[in-house]
């Protein structure tokens, strides 16, 4: 069909208007980027609180507190592992990379697993692969919302874990330099001998070492939960913080194609508009001209 003036002031105004619709993404993305980036910086000095407290408690001459996260002999491990993903579209293949690789590294380790996953596409993945899949989470949509998530997390993965040989991953996409992400995993559970040592050789802030009040290791383990608390919560900030930067890579090349379409429809219209008054002037003259040879 070929193109009017009409059809083509139409399909200008609705490339304008997408790309208006785009551009507000883009910046909702790069804000969203801002704040989960923001929250995971936040938690530093929570985090530099922790490992005090954890490094005080390995120092301990009690035995029976380094034997809290000690993994003992056992006749089954007992496997878990949380997968964060995405509910929500224009972010490519966000969700599949990052079940990809789950299941990859899943399938090198054995033992009683179960795999919670964070958003219903990731959700589907897993499922279409044949894990073990125990619960399903909904991606929170802004900061205030991954505080109850790893709460729930942890008190549904603590029933599945309960012997010290348990062993616990997290997997999800990281952002990276250039707007983009990668897979990554981490094993949080069990913490192993090194990760004691280097926390106990931790220097200490002051001349003189604090006390320990109560029962070693009961504060042990609940400095061990806040440890894994804080290990969740930025594994989610960074998932959510690597989904708006698909995002945003997605809207920057939307954004360069509508662009490109505005550049050539405004080239035909400008072509066409040409042609119409070249048309006109050329029946100007030729009226001109039969007049006149009369």
Not at 13 to 40: C, F, H, P, T, W
Not at 51 to 61: A, D, K, V
Not at 92 to 98: I, M, S, T
């Given at each position: 069909?070929?193109?009017?003036?009409?059809?083509?002031?139409?399909?200008?105004?609705?490339?304008?208007?997408?790309?208006?619709?785009?551009?507000?993404?883009?910046?909702?993305?790069?804000?969203?980027?801002?704040?989960?980036?923001?929250?995971?910086?936040?938690l530093a000095e929570y985090c530099?609180?922790?490992?005090?407290?954890?490094?005080?408690?390995?120092?301990?001459?009690?035995?029976?507190?380094?034997?809290?996260?000690?993994?003992?002999?056992?006749?089954?491990?007992?496997?878990?592992?949380?997968?964060?993903?995405?509910?929500?579209?224009?972010?490519?293949?966000?969700?599949?990379?990052?079940?990809?690789?789950?299941?990859?590294?899943?399938?090198?380790?054995?033992?009683?697993?179960?795999?919670?996953?964070?958003?219903?596409?990731?959700?589907?993945?897993?499922?279409?692969?044949?894990?073990?899949?125990?619960?399903?989470?909904?991606?929170?949509?802004?900061?205030?919302?991954?505080?109850?998530?790893?709460g729930q997390i942890q008190l549904?993965?603590?029933?599945?874990?309960?012997?010290?040989?348990?062993?616990?991953?997290?997997?999800r996409n990281r952002p990276q330099?250039?707007?983009?992400?990668?897979?990554?995993?981490?094993?949080?559970?069990?913490?192993?001998?090194?990760?004691?040592?280097?926390?106990?050789?931790?220097?200490?802030?002051?001349?003189?070492?604090?006390?320990?009040?109560?029962?070693?290791?009961?504060?042990?383990?609940?400095?061990?939960?806040?440890?894994?608390?804080?290990?969740?919560?930025?594994?989610?900030?960074?998932?959510?913080?690597?989904?708006?930067?698909?995002?945003?890579?997605?809207?920057?090349?939307?954004?360069?194609?509508?662009?490109?379409?505005?550049?050539?429809?405004?080239?035909?219209?400008?072509?066409?508009?040409?042609?119409?008054?070249?048309?006109?002037?050329?029946?100007?003259?030729?009226?001109?001209?039969?007049?006149?040879?009369?």
């Amino acid at each position: 069909m070929s193109d009017t003036s009409a059809s083509l002031r139409r399909s200008i105004a609705s490339a304008a208007d997408l790309q208006s619709v785009v551009r507000s993404m883009k910046a909702l993305a790069g804000a969203n980027i801002g704040q989960y980036e923001q929250s995971v910086l936040a938690l530093a000095e929570y985090c530099r609180s922790v490992e005090l407290g954890l490094s005080l408690c390995l120092r301990q001459p009690q035995a029976q507190a380094r034997r809290a996260i000690v993994p003992a002999p056992g006749t089954k491990d007992a496997i878990g592992a949380i997968v964060f993903g995405s509910d929500q579209g224009l972010v490519g293949q966000f969700n599949e990379r990052v079940a990809e690789f789950a299941i990859q590294t899943l399938a090198d380790i054995h033992g009683d697993l179960q795999v919670w996953a964070v958003g219903e596409r990731v959700h589907g993945c897993l499922e279409q692969a044949g894990l073990p899949l125990k619960g399903l989470f909904r991606v929170p949509s802004s900061v205030k919302g991954i505080a109850p998530l790893v709460g729930q997390i942890q008190l549904d993965s603590e029933a599945h874990l309960t012997n010290e040989r348990a062993r616990f991953y997290v997997f999800r996409n990281r952002p990276q330099v250039g707007m983009s992400y990668a897979p990554v995993s981490q094993r949080l559970l069990p913490l192993d001998r090194q990760w004691q040592q280097d926390l106990a050789q931790l220097p200490w802030p002051s001349a003189a070492l604090p006390e320990i009040l109560h029962d070693a290791r009961q504060t042990l383990r609940a400095l061990i939960r806040e440890y894994l608390f804080i290990s969740l919560f930025r594994a989610c900030a960074e998932s959510l913080a690597g989904e708006n930067a698909s995002r945003l890579t997605a809207m920057q090349r939307a954004d360069k194609n509508i662009e490109e379409l505005l550049a050539q429809l405004h080239n035909r219209f400008n072509s066409l508009r040409q042609s119409s008054i070249d048309a006109e002037l050329f029946e100007v003259i030729s009226g001109y001209e039969s007049l006149t040879s009369r």
